[in-house]
């Protein structure tokens, strides 16, 4: 089989995993004010399938909030989402 067959029958490259879990978070945003309460980062650890997700959603709050007023904001969710990579959560 030639090199140009074998190419064409990979799938096609995945979005990348920060990208990944920036749209989950974004999903979780039920109220769309920009702005991620632990409300919502703990439905949104339930659906990265955490064992404690409200334990999870209480340290990457404090983890990510440079400005401690209780909420990732955009700023910060760049923060929160090198937390949900460090702990080593799989994607589908």
Not at 9 to 35: A, C, M, T, W, Y
Request: with cysteine; hydrophobic share 35%.
């Amino acid at each position: 089989m030639s090199r140009q067959s074998l190419t064409n029958k990979l799938p096609p490259p995945s979005i990348p995993v920060k990208e990944q879990i920036r749209e989950i978070l974004k999903k979780h945003d039920v109220n769309n004010d920009g702005f991620l309460c632990w409300e919502e980062l703990n439905t949104a650890f339930k659906d990265l399938g955490a064992w404690s997700p409200w334990f999870r959603a209480y340290c990457g709050l404090h983890y990510a909030d440079a400005n401690n007023d209780g909420v990732i904001n955009k700023d910060e969710l760049d923060d929160v989402i090198t937390y949900i990579i460090n702990l080593g959560y799989k994607l589908k």
